[in-house]
């Protein structure tokens, strides 16, 4: 094995392209790492080069799987179009564009596999956290992390799949205030290096996006229940504020529903990922 020097740690203002590219290693060596001080949207950014939209298609255009990260993200989104609130260096964003060669019904349950991903790779880093149905990443009980997942087709005809995450870091009082809920924090210890967690997530992700391209998510249902923030709890499911389902959240199926055991109901229902959202029910 070849020894390879890796830069000091750069300061927090800084990300290194180089550094994380050598700390994700030979499982993401296909990927491109580009680093930007600050943008919108690092999967508008992403999304747009896919249909050849970028600021100059040719040049732009993705060819290989392509890791953005921006030091400030000024229009960060949630799912369904929800606002990701972030103030500068309170989290780390960043997207991920991956090609596929499955159909696109095949991704439904790439959310879940990408938590998988984060969970396994901040617990090599001593954070222990817990997944909340379909896209959080839960330490405490409070949200770590967002997913989203948005997907493109290029004028090739190649599917691509933007994979958009944020890792809180230091979301000052204010923000948590406006953000309306208390979230969780990255301990500082795990922080201390980013460009070492990035390329530590971005070699899982790689690992993981092989592994669901010829495994599909049954390779990841068992190791995301084990993760189940409220597996055994009484939940509600809402929509837009309306309860649509209550009772005891029991896990995912093999394609990535939710199975919830109702009250009175002798079999499961099983609850497809939408724009609903899932809340501990209160009592």
Same mark, same amino acid.
């Given at each position: 094995? @070849? ?38 949207? @690092? ?22 799987? !392509?890791?953005? &990260?921006?030091? !400030? ?19 780390? !964003? ?19 596999? &990408?938590? &998988?991903?984060?969970?396994? @790779? ?28 948005? !997907? ?5 005809? +190649? ?14 009082e204010k923000l948590q205030e406006q953000i309306g809920r208390r979230t969780a924090n990255l301990p500082a210890a795990a922080a201390q290096d980013r460009d070492l ?10 690992q993981n996006m092989w592994q669901f391209e010829s495994e599909g998510l049954s390779a990841f249902v068992e190791r995301w229940n084990r993760l189940h923030a409220f597996?055994?709890? +009484? &939940? ?25 055991? @109702? ?21």
């Amino acid at each position: 094995m @070849t020894a390879q020097f890796i830069a000091p740690i750069s300061p927090a203002s800084q990300l290194s392209a180089a550094r994380i590219a050598a700390f994700a290693g030979h499982h993401a060596e296909q990927c491109l790492i580009e680093v930007v001080a600050e943008t919108g949207s @690092t999967n508008a950014d992403l999304l747009a080069r896919v249909s050849g939209n970028g600021r100059d298609s040719g040049k732009d255009a993705l060819r290989a799987p !392509t890791l953005l &990260v921006a030091l !400030t993200q000024t229009a960060g989104r949630g799912r369904a179009g929800r606002a990701w609130l972030t103030a500068p260096a309170a989290a780390l !964003t960043f997207s991920l564009a991956w090609p596929f060669a499955s159909p696109l019904q095949a991704l439904v349950g790439l959310p879940l596999a &990408v938590g &998988v991903t984060i969970a396994e @790779t901040l617990a090599d880093f001593g954070v222990e956290v817990q997944l909340k149905w379909p896209n959080d990443v839960l330490q405490g009980g409070r949200k770590l992390a967002g997913i989203l997942i948005e !997907t493109a087709t290029a004028p090739d005809q +190649q599917l691509w799949a933007v994979i958009g995450i944020g890792i809180n870091l230091s979301i000052p009082e204010k923000l948590q205030e406006q953000i309306g809920r208390r979230t969780a924090n990255l301990p500082a210890a795990a922080a201390q290096d980013r460009d070492l967690l990035l390329g530590s997530l971005l070699s899982g992700l790689a690992q993981n996006m092989w592994q669901f391209e010829s495994e599909g998510l049954s390779a990841f249902v068992e190791r995301w229940n084990r993760l189940h923030a409220f597996a055994g709890q +009484q &939940v509600a499911i809402l929509d837009q504020g309306k309860t649509l389902h209550e009772g005891k959240a029991l896990g995912i199926d093999q394609i990535g529903r939710l199975l919830l055991q @109702t009250d009175g109901g002798s079999n499961p229902i099983a609850i497809m990922a939408g724009d609903i959202s899932l809340r501990p029910k209160e009592g």
